[in-house]
C-alpha cells in the first residue's frame, strides 16, 4: 500500500515555445514506437537517508531544472509544442515494503513506472517513489520521459544534487545550461539554422552512397527478439589504452574503429557506416543543460587493404565529422528521409548503432602495460546474457558504459541478422583485433575491396 506526498516547486522561467531539437527527435521515436521512451529507475539509498532528505531533493530538482516543469501542448493542426510552468507540484509515492524484499518493491515499481505511457499534457515528466521498510527509506524510483531528459542529462542532474544546501533546501550556485524553451528560441536563429542546413547535407551524402541492404536477414527462422550481450574486458582496456597513447586518439574512436574492423570481418564489408549517439554538450551553453538534447548523426569510412591503426584513424576523423553534424532540426531531417527514399525506392540500411555512454574515457593507468599483461589478462574477460529487449530500432546497437578496470560493452542485435555466436564473435573480434594491432602497428584489417551495388 502506498501513501503520497505533495511536493510544491517553483521556478524561473515560464510560457509556451516550439519543441527543441532534442525534444523533436526523441517526439518522432516515441510516435515512431507507440509509446513512452524513458530513463532511470530504481537505486538503493545510503544507510541514514530520511524522507525529509528526500522531499526535499525532490522538490529542489524540479524547481531547479525547467525540463523537469515542462508538459506537451496539442494544437488542433496535429502541432506538438512544450509548456514550461513557472509551479506547480508534483506526487512522490512512499510504498512501505513490510516483510517483502525492498529491493524487488523497489523494481517493480520502476517496471511499472516504464511500462505506463506518459500523459504528455496532464502529467510532469518524471514518477517517483520511495520505497521504505519499517518506515526507514531504503530505495528511490525515478523514471524519466527521455523526451525531456537524455543520459548526460540524467547525470547532470544527480550530479547538481551536491549543490542543494542540505540546510535549507536552496540552491548554492545558479543553474548552468539552457533549458529548453530558451534552446527552441536559438534554434530559430540563422546560425542555428546553419548547422542545422550542414547536417543535413553530411546525412544527404551518406545516405546515397549507402547500399540499400547492408544486413540482409541471415536467420529467417529465428523468433525476432533483441537479446543483449554484455562484455567485460580487461584486456581490450590495456589495449585501448597503449592504442590510444601510440595513435594519440581517444578511447571512444579507437574503440569505434575495433567495431568497424571486426564487423567488416565478420560481414565482409569494406565499408562501415553507423549512426552515432552525439551528446552536443561540447556546443555553447549546453555542456551542464538538464534536458534532452542528444540526437543521432551517420560515420562511415572505408576499411579495405589497410592496417588496424589506419582504420583507428580514420575512424577518428570519420567521428569528428560524425559529431560536428549532430545536431539539426529534426522535422527537416525526417522530411530529407522521406525523399531519399522516394527517390531510391526504399531508406537505405542505417540500423548499425554506436553510443559511448561512458562518463569517465581516460586511458590513464599507473604503469604502461606490456604484451605480457595483455596475455595476463585474457582470461578475466566475461561474457553473459543481460536481458532481452522488447524492440530496438537497429540491427544493430553497440554501446560502451563504464566499469571498473575493463571496457565494457552492451551489444544488443536482432535475433534474425545476428545470431548469438556472431554477437560473441563480433566482440571478442574486437579485443583480438586491438590487441594484434598493439602487438604489429602494420597488422592489416583482413578485409579487401568487396564490390557492392548501392
Known amino acids: 500500500m502506498a501513501d503520497h506526498v505533495l511536493l510544491p516547486f517553483s521556478g524561473p522561467g515560464e510560457g509556451i515555445e516550439e519543441l527543441s531539437w532534442g525534444q523533436g527527435s526523441m517526439w518522432i521515436t516515441i510516435q515512431r514506437e507507440g509509446k513512452s521512451v524513458t530513463l532511470g529507475g530504481a537505486a538503493p539509498l545510503p544507510p541514514g537517508t530520511t524522507l525529509r532528505e528526500l522531499t526535499d531533493l525532490y522538490s529542489y530538482m524540479m524547481s531547479r531544472h525547467p525540463a ?3 508538459r506537451l501542448v496539442f494544437g488542433p493542426d496535429g502541432s506538438v509544442r ?7 507540484a508534483i506526487e512522490m509515492a512512499v510504498v512501505e515494503a513490510g516483510d517483502r524484499d525492498p529491493d524487488e518493491v523497489a523494481q517493480e515499481l520502476s517496471d511499472e513506472y516504464t511500462a505506463r505511457d506518459f500523459d504528455y499534457e496532464n502529467e510532469w515528466p518524471v514518477r517517483l517513489a520511495t520505497v521504505c521498510q519499517n518506515g526507514i527509506p531504503t530505495h528511490a524510483v525515478g523514471v524519466y520521459l527521455h523526451m525531456q531528459l537524455d543520459g548526460m542529462g540524467l547525470q ?4 547538481d544534487f551536491a549543490n542543494m544546501d542540505r540546510e535549507t533546501g536552496q540552491p548554492l550556485c545558479p543553474a548552468e545550461g539552457l533549458g529548453p524553451l530558451e534552446q527552441a528560441r536559438w534554434q530559430r536563429t540563422p546560425a542555428a539554422l546553419r548547422q542545422s542546413e550542414a547536417s543535413l547535407k553530411h546525412l544527404e551524402r551518406i545516405a546515397r552512397s549507402v547500399p540499400l541492404e547492408r544486413f540482409p536477414m541471415r536467420y529467417p527462422e529465428a523468433k525476432p527478439s533483441y537479446p543483449m550481450l554484455r562484455f567485460d574486458s580487461p584486456a581490450l582496456l590495456l589495449a585501448t589504452r597503449l592504442l590510444s597513447r601510440q595513435l594519440n586518439i581517444d578511447s571512444s574512436p579507437i574503440l569505434l574503429g575495433l567495431y568497424a574492423v571486426a564487423l567488416g570481418r565478420l560481414r565482409q564489408q569494406d565499408r562501415f557506416v553507423a549512426l552515432l549517439a552525439v551528446s552536443n554538450r561540447f556546443r555553447p551553453g549546453l555542456a551542464k543543460s538538464v534536458s534532452g538534447i542528444a540526437q543521432i548523426s551517420p560515420c562511415m569510412f ?4 589497410i592496417s588496424v591503426t589506419e582504420a583507428l584513424t580514420r575512424a577518428r576523423r570519420a567521428s569528428v565529422s560524425a559529431y560536428k553534424y549532430g545536431y539539426y532540426k529534426p522535422i527537416d531531417r525526417l522530411k530529407l528521409v522521406e525523399r531519399i527514399a522516394a527517390e531510391r525506392g526504399t531508406w537505405p540500411d542505417l540500423g548499425c548503432f554506436y553510443s559511448d555512454r561512458r562518463l569517465e574515457r581516460s586511458t590513464a593507468g599507473p604503469a604502461e602495460p606490456t604484451s ?4 595476463a589478462a585474457l582470461p578475466a ?3 553473459h546474457w543481460v536481458r532481452q529487449v522488447a524492440e530496438n530500432p537497429a540491427k544493430l546497437y553497440l554501446s560502451v558504459a563504464d566499469a571498473p578496470e575493463a571496457i565494457r560493452i552492451e551489444l544488443t542485435a536482432g535475433s534474425q541478422y ?3 555466436d556472431d554477437m560473441q564473435e563480433l566482440l571478442r573480434g574486437m579485443e583480438s ?4 594491432a598493439v602487438r604489429d602497428p602494420a597488422a592489416s584489417t583482413g578485409i579487401g575491396s568487396v564490390p557492392v551495388a548501392v
Do not use: H, K, N, Y
Not at 372 to 375: A, I, K, T, V
Open 68 to 70: 523537469l516543469r515542462t
Open 433 to 436: 583485433i586491438a590487441i594484434e
Open 372 to 375: 605480457e599483461d595483455l596475455s
Open 156 to 159: 547532470e542532474l544527480v550530479t
Open 418 to 420: 545476428f545470431s548469438p
Open 82 to 88: 512544450q509548456r514550461l510552468f513557472g509551479s506547480g
Open 302 to 305: 572505408e576499411l579495405a587493404d
Open 381 to 383: 574477460t566475461t561474457m
